[in-house]
């Protein structure tokens, strides 16, 4: 056997000096021709190969063959080789040769670190490998043999190299419109009905809806899906209602019905229609659930597409419709009872009328407005934007019901849509709101113009009471700048929002089996391509759930679909929920409504503190997710009917705990219920600021040591006083200081953080500093603080 191996040897090391010579310059001229032609194809990007998660590859261990490379050649001295190896990293034609075949500086150095512990740790390697290892290390070859082998193995531990022209196929999302031949098989007419609101744009459409042979309305929440079933049935047109977490069949025989009543997300884009309506075009926009509205244009397969919204989106469905050859017909609307922003803010809550609407962005605000209404006497109605749908009904028949001595309303953004309230006046509590931009960053920043113009439009509602709206704000510097706001054209909307499908990942998956979800979305978003007209909505919802759910075993479809739940991961007991419905299904047992009772102890008693009245909303919304599965898994998800039974009863529990949310503070404050802090912040991580809100603290000239209650508590009179005292001050000191104080009273007056917390913050602070884990420059700012907060107390 040994006698053998030097002609082999010989043989080798021919082949070796074949491939220096020639081997090399075809590797090259195959990967500039491959460039060539992929650059020839439209200007391909690099991938983020930050993305790409190396392929575990275990070193072999304890051969159960005999190793035909010993036999042939030596046993290899693995000392030499590392030197060899480490002298084939180093090499520049080697590393040209890498980037030519899709291996950057990062997966060339992480290919190679994989290499060499492959082979330095193996028992034994491939015949092949190690002669030429053994030529290498003999002399009778060179480290340039190596590349083959080398390439072979980064393939093995990232196959997208090997797939890469597919992989970017799959996620090209350049032609949206050619996902839907249906679709294009038909001449669509395209009716755009733009204008504010309170316009009777959607009043003009939903007619056409109704006087045809069949229809779908394509809403953006649960409420307008409802609002237009309940319409429908009463002109004695049946109608079916569809939402995430239900059918509700206009026949007692469970008959689908020609109409539709539907979220937008639950629209079918395969079955035909005469009519189809489109509420809240402008959303096509939105970062998370654009692509929602830019399927249901697309896809629809209507003869008559009736279009709602923003003039500002006139130009880019327009621009959409070219590409799939329709035309669209613009009809404009112009406001039906005339609006007006008032020249004087409300200053003081002693000042409020019937029909006043109090908007806020955050529950804090909402619990401390409503809490010093009713300590005026005063009977307020309450809507944010976790109550449940049927919450938010009963608040605002209470608040419209002329008997009722319910006068007004406190509200959040949730009012910009859903609900037909009867308000006079609107007043901003404040107009900066957190929001989320397109990559998924939070921000706090101010209202837009397409936000002001959304909820001050609510004021003088048509057909109500009042014939005319009013708006205005709660401090005079807001007005002027809520004014300025108000005044400003609504910017156009530029691009219409895409999501990967389902079919698209698990084509991704096939491709890379051995990848995360959250992985695969991320390579996906990193390799897609979309023209002007598009953009990928944001997917960190998706990707945290992919995450968290990660390490339980489920097929790819399957985990797909509780990705896509519906659910804020803002709130803990939904999300571990959710984590134990994947777990139980994964071991295909059905979840029962006796589990979901014991899981979320039901019956659960009214609540006592506004702690237990937040609890009830997030098991309302486990509820919600229960049914949402059900409709998608129904045998898994046996019991919907008994679920939806007790959500109703929680409805009612959780009305009670709103209509009395001022007893609920005042226990919340009195009583010291732990975690009271934590619900009374939002919890809202911000990453930065854009502009100056322009809006002074309700707390500016509270001291740190102020407790929580007596924060909630400041009466209008004395807001009043310390903002003319105190605003122009503390305005140059903003724009001057950027230091502690300006931040703490900035994020105070988001609702961000209460006192109670920054007196905590300061006390760890302190604790810090003494124990010198800042050294000296934190000395010294530990050292002004305390002189600053010095003579804050004097």
Request: some cysteine; proline content about 5%; overall charge neutral.
């Amino acid at each position: 056997m040994r006698r053998c191996a030097w002609p082999l040897l010989r043989l080798s090391s021919r082949a070796g000096l074949a491939l220096r010579h020639g081997g090399a310059v075809r590797l090259r001229q195959a990967a500039a021709s491959s460039s060539s032609s992929s650059s020839g194809g439209g200007g391909l990007r690099a991938p983020d190969t930050s993305l790409f998660v190396p392929v575990p590859l275990k070193p072999v261990e304890g051969a159960a063959e005999e190793d035909v490379g010993a036999e042939l050649t030596r046993p290899l001295d693995k000392g030499e080789v590392l030197k060899n190896l480490n002298k084939f990293y180093k090499r520049k034609e080697i590393q040209r040769l890498g980037t030519e075949n899709g291996l950057d500086a990062r997966l060339f150095h992480q290919a190679f670190i994989s290499f060499r512990k492959y082979i330095m740790e193996s028992s034994s390697v491939s015949a092949d490998l190690h002669i030429i290892l053994n030529d290498i290390c003999c002399g009778a070859g060179h480290v340039d043999d190596l590349f083959p082998f080398f390439l072979r193995h980064a393939k093995q531990i990232f196959p997208m190299l090997d797939c890469m022209d597919d992989l970017r196929k799959i996620s090209d999302l350049r032609l949206p419109p050619n996902w839907y031949p249906e679709a294009r098989a038909i001449q669509r007419k395209i009716i755009f009905h733009a204008g504010p609101t309170n316009s009777g744009k959607t009043y003009h459409a939903i007619q056409r809806f109704l006087s045809a042979k069949s229809g779908i309305y394509c809403g953006p929440l649960k409420l307008l899906a409802h609002e237009i079933f309940q319409k429908s049935n009463a002109a004695n047109v049946p109608c079916d209602l569809v939402t995430g977490e239900e059918r509700v069949y206009a026949s007692e025989d469970a008959k689908q019905a020609s109409h539709i009543a539907c979220t937008i997300e639950m629209c079918s884009t395969n079955t035909p229609y005469e009519v189809a309506v489109i509420d809240e075009i402008q959303m096509i926009r939105d970062p998370a659930r654009g692509w929602a509205w830019t399927r249901a244009l697309l896809g629809l397969c209507a003869e008559e597409i009736h279009v709602c919204g923003e003039g500002a989106a006139i130009d880019l469905v327009t621009e959409l419709m070219y590409t799939t050859g329709e035309e669209v017909e613009v009809r404009n609307y112009k406001r039906l009872t005339p609006l007006t922003v008032l020249d004087y803010a409300l200053e003081s809550l002693d000042n409020l009328q019937p029909g006043d609407c109090i908007v806020c962005f955050s529950k804090n605000d909402i619990y401390s407005v409503s809490r010093q209404i009713e300590a005026r006497g005063l009977e307020c109605a309450v809507i944010y934007g976790s109550l449940p749908p049927g919450t938010k009904l009963e608040q605002a028949k209470k608040f419209n019901d002329p008997n009722d001595p319910c006068k007004i309303l406190v509200a959040t953004d949730a009012i910009g849509m859903g609900l037909n309230l009867c308000i006079k006046r609107i007043i901003f509590n404040s107009i900066v709101k957190p929001t989320v931009n397109e990559k998924g960053e939070k921000e706090i920043d101010s209202i837009t113009t397409s936000q002001a113009l959304q909820i001050a439009g609510r004021a003088g509602r048509f057909g109500s009471s009042f014939k005319q709206g009013e708006v205005t704000a709660m401090h005079r510097d807001d007005l002027l700048q809520l004014k300025e706001i108000l005044s400003e054209a609504v910017p156009p909307v530029k691009a219409a929002g895409l999501h990967p499908t389902p079919e698209q990942i698990e084509m991704f998956a096939y491709h890379l089996p051995d990848a995360t979800l959250s992985n695969l979305i991320d390579i996906f978003v990193s390799l897609s391509q979309v023209d002007g007209l598009y953009f990928v909505c944001n997917i960190d919802d998706f990707k945290f759930l992919a995450d968290m759910i990660q390490h339980i075993p489920l097929n790819l479809r399957s985990r797909y679909v509780f990705c896509t739940a519906p659910l804020n991961r803002k709130e803990p007991f939904v999300c571990t929920t959710l984590l134990k419905f994947a777990r139980q299904f994964s071991r295909n047992e059905p979840l029962t409504f006796d589990w979901l009772c014991r899981h979320t102890k039901w019956p659960l008693a009214p609540p006592k503190n506004i702690k237990e009245l937040v609890h009830l909303e997030a098991v309302h919304d486990v509820f919600d997710l229960y049914l949402w599965l059900s409709y998608r898994f129904m045998d898994m998800f046996p019991d919907a009917a008994l679920v939806r039974d007790i959500q109703k009863k929680l409805d009612d529990i959780i009305q009670i705990g709103v209509c009395n949310i001022t007893k609920l503070i005042r226990a919340s404050q009195s009583g010291a219920a732990p975690g009271a802090a934590e619900v009374m912040s939002e919890g809202f991580p911000l990453s930065r600021t854009k502009r100056d809100a322009r809006t002074v603290s309700d707390h500016r000239d509270a001291k740190s040591a102020e407790p929580l209650s007596i924060a909630l508590e400041v009466p209008g009179e004395r807001r009043a006083k310390s903002l003319r005292t105190y605003r122009s001050a503390t305005r140059q000191e903003d724009l001057k200081s950027h230091g502690r104080g300006s931040l703490a009273n900035r994020l105070l007056r988001e609702g961000l953080l209460t006192q109670e917390m920054l007196r905590q913050l300061e006390s760890e602070w302190q604790d810090q500093h003494r124990s010198g884990r800042y050294g000296l420059a934190s000395k010294r700012n530990d050292q002004s603080s305390s002189k600053e907060t010095g003579k804050k107390k004097k």
